[in-house]
C-alpha cells in the first residue's frame, strides 16, 4: 500500500499529468480538498473509490483515514491543490505517515502560479528587466511567518512577486509595496485559475484593491506584483536565442 501525494494543478481536470491520471483512477480512496478543485477532476478517480473531502478535516483526522486505509492494504491519492511542494502541509502529513511506517511518494503538478501567469499570457522573468520569481504569502490568521521573510525584504529586490494566501490583506499589501515598485507597479489578481469560474483583474498597485474588493474575493486567488506583467514590456532579447551567440554542434 501507497499513499500518492498527488499535484491536482490548479483545478482544470484537463490539466493533471499522465502519471496522476493513472494513479488516480487505480486508487481505491482519495483525499481530496474539496475547496479548491473542479469536482470534475475527481472524474479521474475509478468509479467505485472511496472519495472523502478533506476541507474540514484536521490533519489528525486525515491522517486516521490513510492509517485505516493502511490497514485494509488500499493505495491512497491524496490530491493537493497546484503542486504539493507549495503550502500541501506535505511535511506534516508525510512525518505523520513515516511514524505509522506507511509508505509515500510524490507526484508533482502545476502550480497555481503558472496557472495564472499562462492565462495572462505573461512570462515572470523578462531579459534585463527582472529574472527572479518570489513566492510568498503574508499572515493574516495562518502560521506565522519567519521574520526573516518580511514582505519588504523580498520587495526591496525587485523580483517578480507571487503572493499565495494574501487575497484578504490585499489592500494593506499594495500600500507597503509601492515604496519598492511604485504606484503604476503592474498587478494581476487571478481567481481560480483554469476552473469554470475564473476570474483574472489587472491593475495597478493604487486601484487593485479596490477591484478585489469589488469582486468579493476572499480566497483561491493569487496576486502578482511586478514590471513583466505590463501588457507591453520593452526588454533585451534572451542570450540563449541571440543569432550573434556562438553555438557549437
Not at 26 to 54: F, K, N, Q, R
Not at 145 to 151: F, H, Q, R, V
Not at 196 to 206: E, H, N, S, W
Not at 212 to 225: D, G
Request: proline share 5%; hydrophobic share 45%; net charge negative.
Amino acid at each position: 500500500m501507497t499513499v500518492h501525494f498527488i499535484g491536482a494543478g490548479p483545478g482544470a481536470a484537463d490539466l493533471l499529468t499522465v502519471r496522476a491520471v493513472a494513479l488516480l483512477g487505480s486508487s481505491p480512496m482519495c483525499l481530496y480538498a474539496g475547496t479548491y478543485l473542479d469536482p470534475e477532476v475527481l472524474g479521474h478517480c475509478a468509479p467505485d473509490a472511496e472519495l472523502i473531502d478533506t476541507q474540514h478535516l484536521d490533519l489528525d483526522q486525515i491522517t486516521e483515514h490513510l492509517v485505516r486505509a493502511d490497514r485494509s492494504g488500499k493505495d491512497v491519492a491524496r490530491l493537493c491543490s497546484g503542486d504539493p511542494s507549495l503550502y500541501s502541509a506535505l511535511t506534516e502529513q508525510t512525518r505523520r505517515l513515516d511514524a505509522h511506517s506507511i509508505p509515500w511518494d510524490v507526484t508533482p503538478g502545476v502550480p497555481a502560479y503558472a496557472a495564472a501567469a499562462a492565462l495572462l499570457g505573461t512570462e515572470l522573468t523578462v531579459p534585463e528587466v527582472v529574472q527572479s520569481v518570489v513566492l510568498t504569502r503574508t499572515r493574516a490568521r495562518s502560521t506565522a511567518m519567519p521574520d526573516s521573510e518580511a514582505l519588504a525584504n523580498f520587495a526591496a529586490t525587485g523580483a517578480t512577486l507571487v503572493l499565495h494566501l494574501a487575497i484578504t490583506r490585499v489592500r494593506t499589501l499594495a500600500a507597503e509595496l509601492v515604496a519598492d515598485y511604485g504606484r503604476d507597479c503592474p498587478v494581476a489578481v487571478v481567481y481560480r485559475a483554469s476552473q469554470p469560474d475564473q476570474l483574472i483583474l489587472r491593475g495597478t498597485l493604487t486601484n487593485i484593491a479596490d477591484q478585489v474588493e469589488a469582486a468579493e474575493l476572499r480566497q483561491a486567488a493569487i496576486i502578482l506584483v511586478g514590471k513583466a506583467l505590463a501588457r507591453t514590456v520593452s526588454c533585451a532579447e534572451s542570450h540563449l536565442y541571440d543569432p550573434a551567440r556562438t553555438r557549437h554542434r
